[in-house]
């Protein structure tokens, strides 16, 4: 069975620093990676996901993520956070078999501080 | 409305009640999934439907019983409800079938208090 490990469960930046949130899954084939965001009292909404290609994708709002695949890792990055980056992060794993379910981690609370 | 949508937003039901909860999908999706969001649990899957068939049932007691009618509509049946069972319930759609990988669009969810 897949799995789905944040490290990171709540971290505060002030504005203008710099973010990496940690995702490492566990799963031997193929996956289809995710990262969701839900924005204080707002539904799950997809910030970017990897299917196949550039291990380095780009999402919304200047985040991106890179695909290590010998780490089984999707970090996601952002060089400088916003007070409006506040919010919840949520890595999620599909694993490419026909199962369409997503695992997803447990979530990372980024308080971003004016 | 455009996306996913799910009703009431809001329930507060005892154990004896019977309830059901909403979602409908305005994007054309041939799949539709019920999630569950309890406090410091990641989400966890309960059902998936793929065109109009269950094809997932992730071991859900049977005081939960989906339904699906059509492609843009999912109901979940709620009777005889545990507290424990508070949580928000999450829907979301797909489209299955293309070949590449598939995005889960969700909807706003339905916060669930079980007195």
């Known amino acids: 069975a897949q799995s789905v490990s944040q490290h990171n469960h709540h971290v505060i930046l002030s504005e203008a620093a710099s973010l990496e949130l940690g995702c490492n899954y566990s799963?031997?084939?193929?996956?289809?990676l995710f990262w969701y965001v839900q924005y204080p009292g707002q539904h799950l909404q997809l910030l970017l996901k990897y299917f196949s290609g550039d291990p380095l994708v780009k999402g919304i709002k200047g985040f991106e993520a890179e695909f290590i695949k010998s780490k089984f890792s999707f970090n996601l990055r952002k060089p400088s956070v916003q007070w409006s980056d506040t919010a919840e992060y949520f890595c999620a794993v599909n694993a490419n078999t026909g199962r369409r379910a997503l695992t997803f981690g447990s979530g990372t609370r980024l308080q971003v501080q004016p | 409305e455009t996306g996913v949508t799910q009703t009431p937003r809001h329930l507060v039901m005892g154990m004896t009640n019977k309830k059901s909860l909403k979602c409908e999908q305005h994007l054309g999706h041939n799949a539709m999934y019920w999630y569950k969001q309890s406090a410091k649990k990641p989400l966890e899957l309960m059902f998936v439907y793929s065109l109009e068939e269950r094809v997932e049932n992730n071991s859900v007691p049977s005081r939960f019983s989906p339904e699906c009618p059509n492609s843009s509509h999912l109901f979940l049946h709620l009777h005889t409800l545990q507290p424990e069972d508070s949580a928000l319930y999450l829907c979301?759609?797909?489209?299955?079938?293309?070949?590449?990988?598939?995005?889960?669009?969700f909807g706003p969810g339905t916060r669930l208090l079980v007195l």
């Open positions: 979301a759609s797909s489209q299955v079938g293309t070949g590449v990988g598939e995005t889960q669009y």
């Open positions: 799963y031997g084939g193929t996956v289809n």
